[in-house]
């Protein structure tokens, strides 16, 4: 059973620096696709980043320039380095990770992690 978690979430003052962890376990393959939504208040999910396993990545533009997508394959880790952070970007953020093709073949999502950025 594939299980997913996220950890990095904190609060930090307007300009400030966090940095986001996913670790998915138990899949029996790399997973194919990994990403970060975020969801504030009053809001619907939105995708904030995504990268699959042959390195693509993409950003929404709200966080481009501000925001890096990289993970570790070997670690089936990945993480969001959050730069600049406005308080626009408070939101609980979710890892999900898709898997295709394989007995772990499902879409999974992470518990979220708060990130609350003051003015």
């Known amino acids: 059973q594939v299980q997913v978690v996220e950890s990095g979430g904190g609060w930090v003052q307007a300009g400030g620096s966090l940095r986001l962890s996913c670790t998915a376990s138990?899949?029996?393959?790399?997973?194919?696709?990994m990403a970060w939504y975020r969801q504030a208040p009053g809001k619907q999910r939105e995708l904030v980043a995504i990268?699959?396993?042959?390195?693509?990545?993409q950003y929404a533009d709200s966080v481009k320039g501000r925001f890096a997508i990289s993970r570790d394959r070997a670690k089936n880790t990945m993480y969001l380095q959050m730069n600049r952070l406005q308080p626009d970007d408070t939101a609980v953020y979710y890892c999900?990770?898709?898997?295709?093709?394989?007995?772990?073949?499902?879409?999974?999502w992470g518990q979220g992690t708060q990130v609350t950025v003051s003015s």
């Open positions: 999900n990770v898709q898997i295709y093709g394989s007995s772990s073949a499902g879409d999974y």
């Open positions: 990268t699959s396993n042959v390195g693509s990545r």
């Open positions: 138990g899949s029996t393959v790399t997973p194919h696709l």
